[in-house]
Each structure stands twice: as C-alpha cells, then as structure tokens.
C-alpha cells in the first residue's frame, strides 16, 4: 500500500508560480511512474505530467508543457510538479498518483491517489 499526500497548493495571481510536493508513506514509490492529475469544478479529469520511476523520463499534456515541470526524489519518497506562468485555467485540485504503468497518460491504470491539493489562480 502506497499512501501519497500532497501539498503546496494556493491562491496565486496570473503569471506566478506554485511548487506542488507529493509524499509517499508506507512504501518507497521508487519502482513507480508518478503522475499529476487534475479537475476543474465542473470539467473531468485530466492528465498533467507524468515521471519514470529513474526520473529519466517525463511527459506533460500538451496545455502544460512549457510552463510545468515534474522531478522526483526517490531517496526522500518525494514527487515535484513546479507550476509556472500560470493562468486561471490552471485553477483546479492536483491530485498525484502511482502507477506500474510507464509513462501512463490514463487514470484508471493509477492505482494508489492522494487527496488533492486546490490550485487557484485569480488576479
């Protein structure tokens, strides 16, 4: 059993950043792609960024590439999503997820979630 926890979330304007951190207890995430997921109120679920289980490799949607960036930290059982240049579209809660699936884009292959963490982005 894999349980994540995520934060970093906030209230920021236009234009400015937000560091998400995802922490995994209970069992080292080491051998997983880690993914970024997230939901606007009203809007499904979408992917945002996934990351290899070696950090060797990553993959970001196409609305964030660019401007996010996802690390990970398998010593310290950690993931990284870096949110840059932000926009009100990015307003959403951010979930992080494991999956056994490389570099998977699909949620229903994730098998362990977090939370979530709000992200508002709002002049």
């Known amino acids: 059993q894999v349980q994540l926890v995520e934060s970093g979330g906030g209230l920021v304007q236009p234009g400015n950043s937000l560091r998400l951190s995802c922490a995994a207890s209970?069992?080292?995430?080491?051998?997983?792609?880690m993914g970024w997921f997230r939901q606007a109120p009203g809007k499904e679920q979408e992917f945002v960024a996934a990351?290899?289980?070696?950090?060797?490799?990553?993959l970001y949607a196409r609305s964030v590439k660019g401007r996010f960036t996802i690390s990970r930290d398998n010593a310290e059982n950690l993931v990284y999503l870096q949110l840059n240049n932000l926009t009100p579209e990015d307003t959403a809660t951010y979930y992080c997820a494991a999956t056994n699936v490389e570099l998977s884009t699909t949620s229903r292959t994730y098998k362990y979630w977090g939370q979530g963490t709000q992200v508002t982005v709002s002049s």
């Open positions: 990351i290899s289980w070696n950090g060797g490799s990553t």
């Open positions: 209970e069992r080292t995430i080491s051998s997983y792609t």
